[in-house]
């Protein structure tokens, strides 16, 4: 391994340049993928949010980044600055990014990812100016140990790819469960075009419908007074007050590094799953019955600040067996007697928009009254829908979580991997058979 500088092994080193936003020329029916910082932080980037104009390259002098390009996050705040991405196609970037073009001679773009990632840290120490912003420069300048043959390069690489290919693609398996189910509600639940029930379609007159689409086949709608639209016959609409056990917030932790209990924050709620890597330990225990332990498929929601507040999530699985919200978070928890806990979860999931929009207080201070959550309107369905949904959910939440599971076990090996590979301490040899 040597030290090298990023300069050392690059072509160019630079900074993108953001056109102006007043000029429609420059935006409007663009062709040209635009990469803003927001988006650095994922190991590989194929697509952008956003698209320029031939015009906007000519008139700014913007230059075409080739595949292959590394980008990091020079600007933002927090955990997104030093954010570094490796762009699969060719694209532009905002100012904010420090687009790293290297030579392939010298060096596999693969292997700079991760020795990027490995130091981190280090890298954004880079940081000055008030707002602790790196510079291209100094990227330019940062020093890496590097192998001098690209095969070791390329076979360094690879094991670390081939953990992280293994993460992705149980985050797209996941993801196609979870649209799948979010199908499957929106058209039995939203829509009213659930399987009519033998008992249905016999009060029709046509036991011939059986299993067809409900609302679609002609099924029987009443008008509900207090949604002011019509629902399935037999159907009711209840609070979310009426339908659960508990709605409260969590507790207020006294921090510790280790013992005591796990305690999630606002943090570990986004994407509408639950991330326990962010999780911390509350240094007081709480009895097993304890209503603010959390339990399976109980439904968690972001109550307080701008930019988080609203978000949902449910339980599908714990790390700990006695975890709790700190007081940042609500705790909604269906009685099982009246709701399915499954179909409860997913209707929370559903009502995130809403949730988001119920914000009250001053900027910054921003508040989820618990009397807002307690009033939300739900629609039940009968006992025998509810069932056949749960049927179809519970295997859907039981892979998603074991997938979680195994991406926090594969995670963790990588990143203990990660600075061997990187440091020489562990080498790669040839495969033999």
Not at 206 to 225: A, C, F, H, I, T
């Amino acid at each position: 391994m040597k030290k090298r500088s990023i300069g050392s092994i690059s072509t160019r080193v630079s900074s993108g340049i953001t056109p102006l936003r007043s000029n429609l020329d420059f935006w409007t029916n663009g062709t040209i993928p635009w990469l803003k910082t927001e988006q650095l932080g994922e190991r590989l980037i194929f697509e952008t949010n956003e698209r320029i104009t031939e015009k906007a390259l000519q008139e700014t002098g913007i230059k075409v980044n080739p595949a292959d390009t590394l980008s990091i996050a020079m600007y933002g705040e927090g955990k997104t600055r030093g954010n570094v991405s490796l762009l699969k196609r060719p694209m532009t970037t905002n100012q904010a990014c420090c687009n790293i073009v290297l030579d392939k001679n010298k060096a596999a773009p693969e292997f700079v990812y991760y020795c990027l990632k490995n130091q981190y840290a280090n890298l954004r120490r880079l940081s000055s100016g008030v707002r602790k912003n790196l510079n291209s420069g100094d990227i330019k300048g940062f020093e890496i140990s590097i192998p001098d043959s690209l095969s070791e390069q390329t076979k360094i690489a690879n094991i670390l790819c081939s953990l992280d290919a293994k993460i992705e693609l149980n985050n797209q398996i996941n993801a196609e469960l979870e649209a799948m189910a979010k199908l499957l509600y929106d058209y039995w639940f939203v829509q009213f075009d659930f399987p009519m029930t033998a008992a249905q379609a016999a009060s029709l007159g046509r036991p011939d419908l059986e299993g067809k689409p409900y609302k679609s086949s002609g099924g029987k709608m009443v008008q509900n007074p207090t949604l002011n639209r019509q629902i399935p016959e037999g159907w009711t609409v209840e609070t979310l007050q009426q339908l659960t056990s508990v709605i409260r917030r969590g507790v207020s932790p006294k921090y510790v590094e280790y013992g005591g209990i796990s305690v999630l924050n606002q943090k570990c709620i986004r994407n509408q799953s639950i991330q326990f890597d962010d999780a911390r330990r509350h240094g007081c225990e709480l009895e097993q019955t304890h209503e603010r332990l959390l339990q399976y498929l109980d439904v968690v929601v972001n109550s307080t600040g701008v930019g988080t507040l609203g978000r949902v999530a449910f339980v599908k699985r714990l790390v700990d067996v006695k975890t709790t919200v700190d007081s940042h978070v609500t705790i909604v928890r269906a009685n099982q007697s009246l709701v399915s806990p499954t179909y409860l979860a997913w209707s929370m999931l559903r009502l995130q928009p809403v949730i988001e929009a119920a914000a009250v207080g001053s900027t910054g201070q921003v508040e989820l009254s618990k009397t807002y959550l307690e009033k939300l309107n739900l629609v039940v369905p009968d006992v025998e829908i509810r069932k056949r949904f749960t049927e179809f959910a519970a295997p859907v939440i039981q892979a998603t979580a074991c997938k979680e599971q195994e991406n926090e076990e594969l995670t963790q090996l990588r990143d203990w991997l990660l600075p061997m590979l990187m440091n020489g301490q562990v080498t790669v040899g040839e495969s033999t058979k």
